[in-house]
């Protein structure tokens, strides 16, 4: 049971890697569009010499890139720990059958050593 929990955390995690290096990939090296998160609306400035309007569509696209990226980044950590706990489940499993296969007579402290 413990074993299919595993190798299932571990395709899990792998799978969430997998989509999230995808979609840092289409986004940032194909030139798909990031998804429009933030809008900043054009912003007025009042000078001395009249209102002055600055557009803000640069800092829209900069600002949605970087939510992305963390996002993304924010996915590739959390997949790569639940795959590292599907690991841990993993290595668990295997010592503990590893000890069940140990006869009385043949345990000792260099045999803990070993595992």
Do not use: W
């Amino acid at each position: 049971m413990h074993k299919i929990l595993s190798y299932l955390l571990i395709c899990t995690g792998l799978f969430i890697v997998c989509f999230a290096l995808h979609g840092m990939y289409q986004v940032f090296v194909t030139g798909a569009t990031a998804p429009a998160l933030i809008h900043f609306a054009d912003l007025s400035v009042q000078t001395q010499f009249g209102p002055m309007q600055l557009p803000m569509q640069q800092a829209n696209v900069i600002a949605n890139l970087v939510l992305f990226a963390l996002f993304m980044g924010f996915l590739v950590a959390a997949g790569g720990k639940i795959a590292q706990i599907g690991c841990q489940i993993l290595k668990v499993e295997r010592l503990y059958e590893a000890l069940l296969q140990l006869k009385p007579s043949e345990v000792k402290l260099e045999t803990f050593k070993k595992l």
